[in-house]
């Protein structure tokens, strides 16, 4: 990372550091390291179980990757020496505006393999929290820090594909997109959406088959940021 980044980065922990004295106060947001790879592993069953017990997480060889490939995009929070939380990022370009896609393929078969510096858009691949330490703001200072990397690197926007957690019990009930409606109005409670919603991401719309996963029944949903600071060249 350039020292002009990681002098953003340290501001976003001062900021939020500088409030208050709770526990949520001495939550650290860092880069990666090779070194935290076996933890950051132990996090993704505990925080991924549905997905872990299905078998996907990070491997180690593809975090490995993720830090060769692209150092800069990679984040783990700490508190008092304990990795809480992670989230791993790439550049991408894709073919259009809102092309529709699946998790392995915006994410290079999980290796990054289709890292492409020269991409409009940051694309978060995953984002989680240790079940103990959530509510807590852990995410939501891990996605300050994709958002300054974004603007850092004058990237138009970040998208993901957030997975539609709940869906799995109102299925019978609803389609993806209603659920999304009622999640919206409040109607249902849905961890994943609401909280992307809450750090000002736009949903744009149902990804079918995005991922093997119970939960969602593989549904998740096309969100968007767009960088405020972003300058066309
Ligand atoms: C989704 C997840 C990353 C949120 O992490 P977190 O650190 O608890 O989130 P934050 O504390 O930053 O939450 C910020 C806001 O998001 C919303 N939010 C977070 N969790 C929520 C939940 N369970 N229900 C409803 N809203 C929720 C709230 O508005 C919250 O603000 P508040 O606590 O002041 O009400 C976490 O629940 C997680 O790790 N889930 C499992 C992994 C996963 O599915 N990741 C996403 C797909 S890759």
Sequence with gaps: MCIYAQNLLNLVNK?????????????IIRRMENKDIP????????????????????????????????PEGQFVAEYNGKIVGSCSSLIIQLKSEYEPHTWKDACGDSFFKNHNPSGDSLYGADVSAHPDYRRLGVATKLYDARKTLAIELNLRRII????????????????????????????????VLSFQIRNGFKFIKILPNYMKDPRSLN???????????????
Excluded at 15 to 25: A, E, G, I, Y
Excluded at 161 to 175: D, K, M, P, V, W
Excluded at 219 to 233: R, Y
Aim: proline residues 5%; charged residues 25%.
């Design 15 to 27: 900021k939020m550091n500088s409030s208050t004295h709770t526990r949520k106060s001495r939550i």
């Design 39 to 70: 933890e950051i592993v132990e996090l993704q069953k505990i925080a991924f179980p549905y997905m872990a017990a299905e078998g996907v997480y990070w491997r180690p060889d593809q975090l490995e990757s993720h830090l060769k490939i692209f």
């Design 160 to 191: 993901a594909g957030a997975r539609l957690f709940n869906y799995c019990e109102h299925a019978q009930e609803f389609s993806p997109l209603e659920y999304v409606q009622m999640v919206k109005r409040h109607k249902i409670k849905e961890p």
């Design 219 to 233: 549904n998740a949903t096309f969100i968007e940021w767009k960088n405020p600071h972003f300058v066309e060249k």
